[in-house]
């Protein structure tokens, strides 16, 4: 039981402590009896779970949160294992429906954990990720505080976090309050439940204060909630800094352990060790009321709550953060058992818990007397903090396009990309609204020019020591619209996902849009897939990628991104060849940030200048309408097929290799084999397309399957395929059994390797020699 001494402090001014204790035991009763509930029904053979003790050690936090101390424009985000107490207190305050109680962790019901997309009550913050939760709130703070500067100040909003103890071990939490992008947020406040208790057991030497100072050292005001005033009371009397020092020293093992023990037991091994005026001041404590005074911690203790939250309060140039000590199973039979974690209260348990919170004896979901003071006090938490729809997003024009005329040069799909945003830039409607982001490799993914027009975001004027002088001008302030951050591709895919969630917190549209070397999309992918599932919307792109990046080596060859891009829900996944495909998918991209429907667009690109020219010639071809919705759509012809009569073949190829599908095209030509050259700009969409015919079909029992672009391009002829990929021959590997051909998927199978790109597109088998090679195999296993 380590901790710091903390100031004493007077209970401001709120809720009557009665009434919020008689609240906090409907709360209770409440969130363990939904859980027992989930537990009662048929799930299939297996555990429906449910966590009533982590419930419990979160109650009297909550409660004193949602009714002494949260304003209306406050964000929360919630202790994974403490959605049912929010689900109770939803429910008394009006928001959230009855029938929602008895259907936790089932279809249509309440989620697991707090989600904000299929939650009916969730607003703020998905959880459940571990440790991302956590942090949401400070980076949806740093958002908030990027829109105050650009859109003029709002009303205060704090960003709020309540947490598990266990949490604090996840490695992003550290990351993210090191970044200097979240220094100085005086509107944070993260609350630590500190039971000393993870899943399977009692944390040993949690060494709170160890951790106290890590946040101290990154700028954070740290304060306690560690005994409760009963306690308090305890200690100032004679002998009561010698029962402290006692209390203070006990291993956690050693005082979870009391828990487990009632009377002169009880009392014989907290005292163990102890000196004689400690022993002297617990002996005026008769064994009846031991239990009480041993367990009183702070953060049981409404006083000690709302006193320490409005010393956070106080802190309006740091964010702050608190460690609550918690009893975990508080108020219930199986508080403080190691093994807790999981257990469910007995039936017999159940009802005794039930008499003792008072419920009614003909409605054991009641809510309070609207005439009596807990009544009164939900409907006005209700009237302040209940959810209301955010309006719908607004439907900013966007440019079908920015590069007017073609490109004459041979460009990387990477260069597009940067001159398509500064382009864009100057936009009068979406302009203001983007915002970049980048872990430290801004220059090195082609945001120079974006950042000389739209310059580097900071809260307040920074000395830029010549810097808007260079040729790169560097100089921050707050009318910048790039945000740069540490080396931390989690950070990165948190903030994107607050900035794209602006609308729905803060009231301001933002269009973020956040680069990344395509190797490193992994190493933040946690927080990627966190942020999507939170409905956020963003665009990445990640560059450079593949074995393209031929110099660099294995270790900045990204191989899999794209089989993970097509398999990630509510984002699109694309990876264009030529620099007109990146200016419409980007265009595109962003005006479905703002979509009823939409979702968000992670493209890959490469830093390979390819020749524009088979691009214009298809464009001539086909018309530049036809191109654009056919790019859109996932794929084109860049060679068409001759139908000449000559055996067939249709090389499928998505990115950088291109030129060399090209030209295995005229080799084979020459061989008398018509081969035909289909790019893949997002197999994604292409896949998506596939499966929305097969699924109509299999819902309507039905043989009658509608063509989609993807049938169009290829299923009409059915020629043997041969697909090739800067990537895993897994990205483009199921085309063929769409639309019934023989496939031979050519792609990277094997860690990269330094060397130039003719030796790494051999060694890893995607050269046009094995293009031609696999096309002229392909041809003479074709059935006649």
């Given amino acids: 039981m380590t901790g710091v001494d903390a100031p004493d402090r007077e209970r401001p001014p709120g809720a009557d402590p009665g009434v919020l204790t008689q609240i906090e035991q409907r709360v209770l009763w409440l969130a363990v009896r939904m859980v027992d509930v989930a537990n009662t029904g048929d799930a299939g053979g297996i555990k429906v779970g449910g966590h009533q003790a982590s419930s419990a050690s979160m109650v009297s936090l909550m409660t004193a949160l949602w009714f002494g101390h949260l304003r209306r424009d406050d964000k929360v ?107 100085d947020l005086g509107n944070v406040m993260l609350i630590v439940d500190l039971n000393r208790q993870s899943l399977d057991r009692v944390v040993p030497g949690i060494a709170s204060t160890r951790l106290q100072r890590f946040f101290a050292d990154a700028g954070w005001h740290v304060a306690e909630a560690k005994y409760g005033r009963r306690l308090q009371a305890m200690f100032s009397e004679p002998g009561g800094d010698a029962l402290r020092a006692h209390i203070d020293a006990m291993p956690n093992e050693a005082y979870q352990a009391l828990f487990a023990h009632t009377g002169a037991a009880l009392r014989e091994r907290a005292c163990a060790g102890a000196d004689g005026a400690a022993r002297r001041l617990l002996d005026d404590v008769d064994d009846e009321a031991l239990p009480a005074l041993l367990f009183n911690l702070g953060g049981h203790d409404h006083d000690e709550l709302l006193a320490t939250f409005a010393a956070c309060d106080a802190e309006t140039d740091r964010p702050s953060i608190v460690f609550a000590y918690t009893i975990k199973g508080w108020g219930l039979p199986i508080a403080g058992d190691p093994l807790n974690h999981s257990r469910l209260l007995t039936s017999e348990q159940i009802d005794d818990l039930r008499a003792a919170s008072g419920m009614p004896d003909d409605d054991e979901w009641a809510r309070f007397d609207p005439d009596s003071a807990a009544g009164r006090l939900c409907a006005a938490v209700g009237d302040e903090l209940n959810n209301t729809p955010p309006p719908r997003r607004p439907q900013l024009p966007v440019p079908r396009a920015t590069l007017r005329r073609a490109v004459s040069k041979p ?48 809260p307040v004027e920074v000395d830029d020591h010549g810097g808007a002088d260079r040729l790169l001008r560097w100089a921050p302030g707050p009318t910048g619209r790039h945000v740069e951050l540490g080396i931390s591709e989690m950070n990165l895919f948190l903030l994107l996902g607050q900035l794209g969630l602006a609308h729905e917190h803060h009231g301001e ?117 036809a191109m654009r919705a056919a790019v859109l759509a996932g794929a084109y012809h860049l060679v068409a097929p001759r139908d000449d009569g000559c055996p067939p073949v249709d090389l499928v190829v998505s990115g950088a290799v291109v030129p060399e599908a090209v030209r295995a095209a005229d080799e084979l030509d020459a061989e008398g084999v018509d081969a035909a050259v289909v790019v893949v700009t997002s197999a994604d969409r292409l896949y998506r397309g596939w499966q929305s015919t097969v699924r109509s079909a299999a819902a309507g029992a039905t043989t009658s399957v509608r063509p989609g672009h993807l049938q169009d391009l290829l299923g009409r002829r059915r020629a043997p395929i041969v697909s090739a990929h800067d990537a895993s021959g897994h990205a483009l590997a199921w085309i063929g059994s769409a639309v019934g051909a023989r496939q031979i998927p050519l792609g990277v199978e094997r860690f990269g390797e330094s060397g130039t790109i003719p030796d790494l597109y051999d060694v890893t088998g995607i050269s046009a020699a094995h293009m031609v090679n696999a096309a002229l195999l392909a041809v003479a296993r074709a059935p006649s």
């Avoid at 949401?136 to 505080?145: G, V």
């Avoid at 709020?160 to 550290?174: C, F, P, R």
């Avoid at 990344?516 to 897939?529: K, N």
């Avoid at 942020?531 to 060859?557: K, M, N, W």
Wanted: net charge negative; hydrophobic share 40%.
């Fill in 77 to 183: 985000a919630i202790k994974p294992h403490a959605s049912p107490v929010y689900h109770a207190i939803k429910y008394l305050t009006g928001e959230l429906d009855r029938s929602y109680l008895t259907r936790l962790r089932r279809r249509g019901g309440l989620q697991a954990y707090p989600s904000r997309t299929k939650d009916p009550d969730v607003a703020d913050f998905s959880t459940g990720s571990v440790g991302l939760g956590a942090v949401a709130p400070l980076f949806s703070a740093a958002a908030r505080r990027y829109v105050d500067r650009h859109f003029g100040e709002r009303p205060p909003a704090r960003c709020i976090a309540t947490v598990g103890d266990a949490e604090l071990d996840e490695g992003n939490v550290w990351e993210a309050i090191a970044d200097p992008v979240t220094a």
């Fill in 411 to 458: 460009m990387s799909t990477q260069e597009a990309f940067g001159r398509t945003l500064t382009q864009l830039a100057d936009d009068t409607d979406i302009g203001p609204r983007l915002v970049t982001a980048s872990p430290d490799v801004s220059i090195s993914t082609n945001l120079g020019s974006w950042i000389n027009r739209a310059g580097v975001f900071a």
């Fill in 509 to 625: 549209l933002l269009l973020p849009i956040g680069t990344v070397y395509d190797p490193f999309v992994l190493r933040g992918l946690d927080a990627f897939i966190y942020s999507l599932y939170s409905g956020a919307r963003f665009i990445v792109a990640g560059t450079p990628s593949g074995v393209t990046l031929a110099p660099e080596g294995g270790a900045h060859q990204s191989t899999i991104t794209a089989s993970v891009g097509i398999e990630l829900p509510d984002v699109v996944f694309a990876e264009p060849s030529y620099a007109r495909e990146v200016d419409w998918l980007l265009c595109d991209g962003l005006a479905r940030l703002m979509a009823d429907d939409g979702e968000s667009l992670y493209l890959r690109l490469s830093t390979r200048p390819l020749d524009q020219d088979p691009f214009h010639r298809a464009i001539e071809r086909t018309g530049e309408d």
